[in-house]
């Protein structure tokens, strides 16, 4: 059996003493830490700050989702953000197109959402 994360938001601090970051969730209640290495074995604290905050905010941007879609909502937006431009005055043909952004967001949303 797969082991579920922790779910809900992630909050950081800096624990002076370790010497590291910590995350914690919304109730306080610390879930891990987060100590820097790179190709030297040497980061500094402002790298450390950002690698920290770059995770907790990808986390935090998921709450809710089901993060395996996250590529498909990339590929839906690129459908929609790429999608031809139909004449105003040819209302069918626009109708058409919106109905085709409408399946592709909807099935896109579908598989985001969270499966309890």
Known sequence: MKAKHTAGRLEM??????GRYEFAGGDGAKLGHFCGWSADGVT???????????????????????PEAVPGLVVALRKVANCSRYPSDDAGNMEYA????????RAALA?????P
């Open 13 to 18: 601090e800096w624990n002076g003493r370790e």
């Open 111 to 115: 598989l985001a959402q969270v499966q």
């Open 44 to 66: 500094t604290e402002q790298e450390d700050f950002a690698n920290t905050e770059r995770l907790r905010d990808c986390w935090n941007a998921c709450a809710g989702l089901n």
């Open 98 to 105: 919106l109905d085709g952004l409408r399946k592709i967001a």
